[in-house]
């Protein structure tokens, strides 16, 4: 079989001529090259999934001779983004020589420890448990992907049959096992007993080919899934309406989107019973068609096959019984509702534990469902992470996407329950997840802070998310906004920050805010009203307009805030924070300021009020008390500087050394101090302060607040 690039329908054809030629004579700068067009195609392996690797002579650092040496993607990492730190470099001969002391299946996890001592590159990366499958095949270019179209074959209840006829006989066939040194022997047997054959096909896992060239490699990876796809594509609704037809029709889309958002944060507050998760929600077309269709209820039960899948998705999803148009307005109704799906989905997954647990397991995990399907919505997933609650949906796409294909040629079958535990609570899986490193202190916590597209806000949306915090982002101004959300993206991915446009005085604009939060992250733990401006003038100066337009922005806009935050907090139910940026001026009587002055004080007594209010629903409410805080702030436009230089009898570029010099500490405030104040609220150190106010002011006696 031979296919031309242009030909390629259900794969992308990537390979740059001119880039490879470039690498040309360097066969790790070309596997690198591979394996990052491989990741960057989700229909030929998923975020994470699969291995490549190659096989090309270097010289031992020992004896000066050239030697063959094994490069392959190294534990954990992602070969769309592979780097050659992420690779593993092993003598080929040494791996070999493992096989003398190999001591049968039952003992193969000792072999993973075995394989430092076969390390080429002192400084490379852990091999990864896939070494073996890798190391004992002759080919100098090897791929292991997880592609869906495969995948389905493979998971196909006579998959092995399917795959003979479909290929000729070209691509071999190994049962499922779990993978270690055992399955690499396995694969060199199937090789050895089938000569001339360009794949392997793993049973419920994934596909290896291979080539003596990188792009040969390359090619016949594309050419084998191609086929595999185009099978399915002429099955597909071909006996019968895929998934056994539509059993109930999908909200539109707005719709969707508003009831995905009411729940969500119920939803968090559920699967947070132990550790704090963060969400995420998708409508996409694929889920739709599997959770609202007549086999629904047969085969999401079953779980998944591939071994990548199932780690990130668990044993099985919990499928909501809710009717998509159901009325979520009654929280505790709502609640009472749900408590016994939540409570029967742990009680499944305690009883899989203790039915297939070994006298070495490690302790049960947390028994909350990851993935949860609401029929006629969409998908929601939890983790303790953005991204990997992400990643866990588009697995699960992934796992929607076998479904559909081995039901359309044959009868899907998932992973025995036993076979699933092996390898969840597999000892060398928990090894891996004791090696991750600890969760910072604000992992898990979502963060909306007005005003936080610059200035003090920015520095504050900054701090928490190099604390592990998602933040969201937002502004009236959408070009400040977009530059925000750019900047952090840039400094901390694209899982960390969302963005939306707020107007704070606009009850429909904070609810469109949070709505977006929900669907973003599944919730909000922290508030910070931070937005603001300032208007300083003699009373006699002062407009009703600007006095309307300063409680309208401080004190209104922190009612509305704070009222929509307390929502969404009391419907996850575990407490959260509530900081509102106040002043000094709350509680110091200066010239030339009674309407932002005046204003500020009835934020402040709001914050007190609160915090009276809210303590039975764990939600603290504090305040920061800044005092002239200039770097990137807004607060000084519109002739505030010059109101307060007039009003103490400086010139504007002098204000900064004039506040500072009126301080007992005698020090500029940045809004990085300000920040610093708000996380040390959240930290963890303060959980039980409420209805405190923080002084960042670099002491100003006045302000004392006792």
């Keep these: 079989m031979s296919i031309k690039k242009e030909q390629f329908k259900h794969v992308s054809y990537l390979w740059d001529e001119v880039k490879a030629a470039e690498l040309a004579g360097d066969e790790v700068a070309l596997l690198i090259y591979r394996s990052n067009l ?21 010289k031992d650092p020992l004896t000066g001779k050239e030697t063959e040496i094994m490069w ?36 193969e996890d000792e072999m993973v420890e075995l394989f430092n001592h076969c390390i080429y590159d002192l400084a490379s990366k852990a091999p990864s448990i ?11 270019h090897i791929d292991h992907l997880h592609p869906d179209a495969a995948i389905a074959i493979a998971a196909a209840k006579d998959g092995k049959r399917i795959t003979h006829e479909l290929f000729g006989g070209t691509i071999g066939w190994v049962e499922w096992q779990k993978p270690g040194f055992d399955l690499g022997l396995k694969l060199k047997q199937c090789l050895d007993e089938n000569p001339g054959i360009r794949g392997i096909m793993l049973g419920s896992h994934g596909l290896f080919t291979w080539g003596d060239t990188a792009y040969e490699s390359y090619i016949n990876t594309l050419e084998v899934v191609e086929r595999c796809a185009e099978y399915l594509d002429e099955n597909i609704g071909k006996g019968r309406p895929v998934f056994g037809g539509e059993k109930i029709t999908s909200l539109p889309p707005a719709d969707r989107l508003k009831q995905a958002a009411a729940l969500a944060p119920v939803l968090r507050g559920f699967c947070s019973s132990q550790v704090r998760m963060i969400g995420h929600f998708t409508d996409d077309e694929r889920v739709l068609q599997f959770i609202n269709s007549n086999d629904l209820g047969r085969l999401a039960p079953l779980g998944t096959s591939c071994p990548d899948h199932f780690l990130r998705t668990k044993i099985s999803p919990l499928v909501l019984d809710l009717q998509p148009n159901a009325d979520l307005s009654d929280l505790n109704a709502l609640k009472g509702r749900l408590q016994p799906a939540f409570e029967a989905y742990r ?7 203790e039915a297939c647990k070994h006298p070495d397991s490690p302790a049960m995990r947390d028994a909350n469902p990851v993935v949860i399907l609401y029929p006629g919505v969409g998908m929601f997933t939890f983790a303790k992470e953005k991204q990997t609650a992400r990643v866990a949906a588009e697995f699960y796409i992934n796992a929607i996407n076998v479904m559909r294909g081995a039901e359309a040629v044959s009868e899907y079958t998932a992973l025995p329950r036993q076979e699933a535990f092996n390898i969840e609570y597999w000892l060398l899986e928990e090894a891996k997840l004791q090696r991750m490193p600890k969760p910072k202190s604000l992992t898990g916590r979502v963060a909306l802070i007005t005003g936080s597209a610059g200035g003090i806000g920015k520095a504050i949306a900054k701090k928490f998310a190099e604390e592990g915090a998602c933040v969201i982002l937002n502004d009236i101004n959408t070009e400040r906004l977009d530059g925000a959300l750019e900047e952090f993206r840039k400094l901390f991915g694209k899982d960390t920050a969302a963005a939306t446009i ?26 910070v009203n931070n937005a603001g401006i300032s208007i300083s003038k003699s009373i006699a100066e002062h407009s009703l307009e600007e006095w309307d337009k300063l409680y309208d922005i401080l004190v209104k806009g922190q009612f509305i805030i704070s009222k929509a935050g307390v929502e969404i907090m009391r419907k996850q139910g575990f407490g959260g924070d509530i900081i509102n940026i106040v002043s000094k001026n709350a509680v110091v009587a200066g010239p030339n300021n009674p309407g932002y002055g005046s204003a500020k004080a009835a934020q402040a007594h709001l914050s007190r009020l609160l915090a009276a209010e809210l303590g039975a629903d764990k939600i603290r409410v504090n305040a920061v008390n800044p005092d002239a805080v200039i770097a990137d702030s807004n607060i000084w436009a519109g002739g505030w500087a010059e109101g307060r230089a007039k009003a103490y ?4 570029e002098e204000l900064p050394a004039y506040y ?20 040390a609220y959240v930290s963890g150190l303060l959980n039980k302060s409420t209805g405190n106010a923080l002084n960042v002011d670099g002491g100003v006696a006045m302000a004392f607040m006792r």
């Design 502 to 527: 707020l107007n704070v005085t606009d009850a429909a604009s904070a609810v469109e805010a949070f709505e977006k939060a929900a669907l973003a992250f599944g919730g909000v733990d922290i508030l």
């Design 649 to 652: 009898g400086v010139k504007v």
């Design 72 to 107: 392959v993607k190294g534990s954990g990492g992602d070969i769309g983004t592979l780097k050659k730190s992420g690779l593993a470099a092993l003598y080929v001969d040494r791996l070999h020589s493992l096989q003398k002391i190999y001591r049968g299946i039952t003992h």
């Design 660 to 679: 500072a010099k009126r301080t007992l500490l005698n020090e500029i405030i940045l809004p990085e101090d300000i920040a610093n104040a708000c996380y």
């Design 38 to 58: 491989l990741g960057a195609d989700l229909r030929l392996t998923n975020y994470g999934g699969g291995n490549t690797s190659c096989k090309a002579m270097a």
């Design 130 to 140: 896939d070494t073996p499958l890798h190391g004992f095949l002759p080919f100098k």
């Design 347 to 353: 009680k499944m997954y305690a009883d899989y534990y």
